[in-house]
Each structure stands twice: as structure tokens, then as C-alpha cells.
């Protein structure tokens, strides 16, 4: 992975090669920001940065043996760590189990991807993923190791407030001393989630969202797409390139979530016992890590509806069809109810993060979100 190929950043990768360059290396590293924005590329790119034979001032050779094989990601001193769901019937139960499957997803998803999709790929159907305790034994054991061939051993964790709690508590000393050149990159979307001990351990890189002329640039090298739409969906995506890709390829998950968020909140204005118990037995159906999406789906879309009324265009993040949506929609919510929705959405959110039922989890949202329209 090269830093070139990273979309914007430019500060971010500046610094971390200047950093590797002056020999000022963290041995734990924690890259913080919204999902979508390249953290887990600017990880990689600076891991092979530091082990390549012949660099730049601004980036890795490409050419030497260290870089080629990092560009297969199978460089023996390069180690992952992601979220995966235990199958005993398929022997899968720790990250190398997955190894060629992470690959794979990683190249065919051009190094930009989410948790959801990676769920997806490894059909965890209704499994949450998660970094599990027996994941802490296998770091620990490729780390005693000596280093086979690079500068430095690295150690990616994506998405580390995944980890198990006791998987957590087995890495606190390796992190805070580890072996000689061993390096930990955490890649995180939510790192307020991850134990604060850890965090402490960790110097932290905060990323923020991708510039929109950056944005721009890359759709239209991408894609067949014209300079007035690119800009368009450069808005939307608020900084993420994924989101930007997902606006442009008008996935299904999107579409479905739209489609539904409408109909729970027309069976709901309406008092439509009937149609909000489909509702619920629908949303039951599609897994917790989709239902969660789901309500994060709607807490966005209730903000962006509320922020319209304020008659600031420039302000609003939202699709042509929720846009339409919006202009009868946005009305019903105003300062009266937009923190009772938004404390809903998110009592909900939790509810379903604790396994709660998920039929009485969203039919008692609908018959709370019928009070609050009618208030």
C-alpha cells in the first residue's frame, strides 16, 4: 500500500513519514476517526513504509522485496488482527483462520471497507464479530517470536474496541512493553469504546474526514460520473470516500433502510398496529448488526430532517429520495421532539446491543415514535 494512493490525508501522511524518517516511532499507535476515511489504508501504507529497503521521502519503493510482499499482504513480519465469527463445525476460530478471506476482501474492496461489509463476506449472519480471548494467546505467541527478514514486526488490530474484555486485559502488558521493534497499529472507528487502559497505552493519531475536493477528484478518476455529481455526493459523504462509493453504487443495505425507516414512520403517524408489528417482524429477521445499523440509520436521519427546518441547504446531508421524503416528513420534527426521538432511537440501539428481544425492541419504539409525531 502506498501513501500515493491514499485518498487526501495529506497532513497524516506527512507526519507519519516525517516521524519514521526521524526515527520517532510510538510502539503503539491508535489511528482514531469516522469509518470510511482511509484509517486502515494510512496504517498499512505507514507499516510498509517503515520496513521498506528503499524509501522515499514521501513513500515506500514498490520495488524492493519487503514491499512486494506487503503489497500481497503476506510479509512474515506483518500480522492482523479484525473482528470474526467463531464457526467449530469449520474450525474457524481465531483471525488466521480467516486469513485468506481477509485478503481477499481487502483487495477486492480497494483497502476501503466497513465492519458490516466484512460481516457480509464471512456470512456472520446474525454473529456479532469480535477479537475473542483465545485471538490474545495467538498475538502473544507470534509476537515471542524472532523477526524473520523486516526492521520491525507490526501488529495491525482493526477495530480493537471489538476485542473481547479478557482479550483486552491479556494485551495490556505487550502493549505497554513490547518485544524489541514490535510496532501495534490500532485502527479504530469508535476508540472511546475501547478500554481506557489500553487507550492510555497508545499514542493516538485523530483523522478526520476527507477533504470534498479530494473526494471529487477520486470519483471522477474512478468513475463515470460528471463534475456537478461528483460534488453532489463529495456533500453527502461528510468526509467518507466509502459513503461516497455507497451513495454512488445505491447499495441495497441503504435503500432497505430507507425504505423501512418510511414505513415504520408512516405505520407510526398513521397508528397502524397492524403494519408496525410487520415492521418489527421484519427487523427481526435481518440480525442485531443490521438492526443497529438500522436505528443509526434513522438517528441520522432525524437529525438531518430536523436540521432542514432551519432552511440551511448547505447544512443537510441527504439523498434526491430522502430529500423528497423530507419536504413532508421534516415538520413532524421540530425542538418539542427531537430529543425525545433521538433518545429512542439510541435507548433502543442499546436495547438491541444487550440482546434485548428484537420484535418488542422496535414495536415499542413505533408506539413511542406515534406519541412523539403526535406531540
Given at each position: 500500500m502506498f501513501f500515493k494512493d491514499i485518498i487526501g490525508q495529506d497532513e497524516v501522511k506527512e507526519r507519519l513519514t516525517r516521524t519514521a524518517r526521524e526515527g520517532v516511532i510510538p510502539h503503539a499507535q491508535l489511528f482514531c476517526g469516522p469509518e470510511?476515511?482511509?484509517?486502515?489504508?494510512?496504517?498499512?501504507?505507514?507499516?510498509?513504509?517503515?520496513?521498506?529497503?528503499?524509501?522515499?521521502?514521501?513513500?515506500?519503493?514498490?520495488?524492493?522485496?519487503s514491499c512486494i510482499k506487503y503489497n500481497h499482504l503476506a510479509h512474515p513480519d506483518l500480522h492482523f488482527v479484525y473482528p470474526i465469527v467463531k464457526k467449530a463445525a469449520k474450525k474457524k476460530e481465531v483471525c488466521d483462520d480467516y486469513i485468506a478471506d481477509w485478503r481477499n476482501f481487502i483487495k477486492e474492496k480497494d483497502f476501503y471497507f466497513s465492519y458490516n461489509q466484512w460481516l457480509e463476506y464471512i456470512d456472520a449472519e446474525n454473529s456479532q464479530g469480535l477479537i475473542y480471548a483465545k485471538e490474545s494467546e495467538e498475538i502473544l505467541r507470534k509476537l515471542s517470536l524472532r523477526i524473520y527478514e523486516a526492521k520491525y514486526k507490526v501488529m495491525i488490530i482493526w477495530?480493537?474496541?471489538?476485542?473481547?474484555?479478557?482479550?483486552?486485559?491479556?494485551?495490556?502488558?505487550i502493549i505497554e512493553e513490547p518485544t524489541d521493534n514490535t510496532i501495534f497499529l490500532l485502527v479504530s472507528d469508535t476508540p472511546d469504546n475501547i478500554i481506557t487502559t489500553i487507550q492510555s497505552r497508545c499514542q493516538r493519531i485523530n483523522i478526520h474526514g476527507i477533504e470534498k475536493q479530494n473526494i471529487v477528484q477520486a470519483l471522477e478518476s474512478a468513475y463515470?460520473?460528471?463534475?456537478?455529481?461528483a460534488a453532489n455526493v463529495a456533500h453527502l459523504s461528510k468526509g467518507s470516500y466509502l459513503k461516497a462509493?455507497?451513495?454512488?453504487?445505491?447499495?441495497?443495505e441503504h435503500k432497505f433502510f430507507f425504505n423501512l425507516f418510511v414505513q415504520m414512520m408512516r405505520a407510526s403517524y398513521a397508528r397502524d398496529i397492524k403494519q408496525i408489528k410487520t415492521i418489527g417482524n421484519e427487523l427481526a429477521g435481518v440480525?442485531?448488526?443490521?438492526?443497529?445499523?438500522?436505528?443509526v440509520?434513522?438517528?441520522?436521519?432525524?437529525?438531518?430532517?430536523?436540521?432542514?427546518?432551519?432552511?440551511?441547504?448547505?447544512?443537510?446531508?441527504?439523498?434526491?429520495?430522502?430529500?423528497?421524503?423530507?419536504?413532508?416528513?421534516?415538520p413532524f420534527i421540530n425542538e418539542r421532539n427531537i430529543i425525545g426521538f433521538m433518545d429512542e432511537l439510541a435507548l433502543a440501539e442499546?436495547?438491541?446491543?444487550q440482546n434485548v428481544n428484537a420484535k418488542m425492541v422496535f414495536f415499542d419504539l413505533c408506539l413511542k415514535i406515534t406519541m412523539l409525531i403526535k406531540s
Open positions: 470510511g476515511i482511509g484509517k486502515f489504508p494510512l496504517a498499512l501504507a505507514y507499516a510498509q513504509y517503515l520496513n521498506c529497503e528503499n524509501p522515499s521521502e514521501n513513500d515506500s519503493c514498490g520495488q524492493c522485496p477495530l480493537p474496541e471489538k476485542m473481547h474484555e479478557s482479550c483486552s486485559n491479556k494485551l495490556l502488558k463515470n460520473i460528471t463534475p456537478e455529481d462509493i455507497e451513495t454512488i453504487s445505491l447499495d441495497e440480525g442485531r448488526e443490521n438492526q443497529k445499523s438500522f436505528l440509520y434513522s438517528q441520522r436521519m432525524v437529525r438531518e430532517y430536523f436540521i432542514s427546518n432551519l432552511k440551511h441547504p448547505e447544512m443537510i446531508y441527504v439523498s434526491s429520495d430522502e430529500a423528497n421524503f423530507g419536504t413532508r416528513f421534516a442499546r436495547h438491541i446491543e
